[in-house]
């Protein structure tokens, strides 16, 4: 696979996106526990769930699972200045 794991692609996009853990587990119909094992590396999301993980994240599933052809996937608020601040950033 890539540079990246998927729990830090998963995050990344959820990051970008401006929600929290429990806010995009709220629009994907599944518990906090989900995301956050999810993004811990513990588990990994059924095909439907990684699939509305990446629609309301605003990102393609193949960006997700490091299939878009870049050696180290970014999210589109990577990639310069419509980056979203994080929780932890904007508590700063």
Known sequence: MHGTSLSTR???ARTCAGL???ELARRL??????VMRAED???EPRPA???????VCGVSA??????????T????CH???GRKPTNVEVAR
């Open 62 to 71: 193949d960006s997700l699972l490091g299939l878009d052809g870049s050696p």
């Open 10 to 12: 998963l995050r990344d």
């Open 29 to 34: 119909g599944v518990d906090r526990g989900t």
């Open 49 to 55: 769930t990684l699939a509305a993980w990446a629609r």
């Open 79 to 81: 990639a310069g200045e």
């Open 20 to 22: 929290t853990r429990a």
């Open 41 to 43: 590396g513990k588990n």
């Open 73 to 76: 996937p970014v999210m589109p």
